[in-house]
C-alpha cells in the first residue's frame, strides 16, 4: 500500500478543505539562509507536527495569498508589510486528511521577537537551509496512520530533533535545491 506522504489516496475526501501556507525564508544577520516552521500545538488532526505558518482559507480572504498572509500574522506575528511572496507553488493535497493547500515561497524581515498563538503555535523554529538540503537530514520510517491497516512508510527531513513530514516535507523538498541554486534573490 502505497504511504501517505508519497501517492495520492485511492478515494477522494468527503469534502476537500482548502488550505494555504507560506515558506518563509530570510538571512540571518550572518548571512545565513534560514525558514520559518512552526510545531502546532497539541491537539488537531495536526497537532504537535512540523509545518509551515497557514491555515484554513475564508470567506473574507480575497485569495489563498491572502488567506496564507492572514495566518502568518496570525500564528506567529509576521506583518504583512515584512513579506514579499516570491512565488506561488504547485499545490498539493494532503494525503491523510485530504487538505488542498496552495503554497507560497517568500522572502520576509523576521521580527524582533516571534508572538506565536499558544492556541495554535507550540514553538517557532528557523533552521539553517543548508543543514535542511544535506543527505543525512533526510530519511524514511515506517508510522501507523488510522484508516491503514500496516504501518505506511513517510519520508522526513530532520529539524533538530524533530520530523518535517507529510505536505511540509512535499513542498519543501523540491524548493530546497532551487533556494541554495539562487534561483529566487533571496
Known sequence: MPAPDDAHESR????VRR?????PVFRDPG???RVVIVRRAAGGIHGGQL?????????????PRDAALREAEEEIGLPRE?????????????RTSGIAIAPFLARIQPPARWRPDPHEIAAVIEPRLDELAR????????????????????????????RLW???????????????????SL
Open 51 to 63: 509545518a509551515f505558518p497557514g491555515g484554513g482559507i475564508e470567506p473574507r480572504d480575497g485569495s
Open 12 to 15: 477522494p475526501p468527503r469534502s
Open 82 to 94: 515584512a513579506v514579499e511572496v516570491l512565488a506561488d507553488l504547485p499545490p498539493l493535497t494532503t
Open 31 to 33: 548571512g545565513v539562509l
Open 166 to 184: 507529510g505536505a511540509s516535507y512535499r513542498i519543501l523538498k523540491p524548493l530546497l535545491p532551487r533556494i541554495l541554486a539562487g534561483e529566487w
Open 19 to 23: 488550505a494555504a501556507v507560506l515558506v
Open 135 to 162: 543527505p543525512d537530514a533526510h530519511g524514511e520510517t515506517l508510522q501507523r496512520f488510522a484508516g491503514h491497516p500496516e504501518p505506511q512508510r513517510i519520508s522526513f527531513v530532520r529539524v533538530g530533533g524533530e
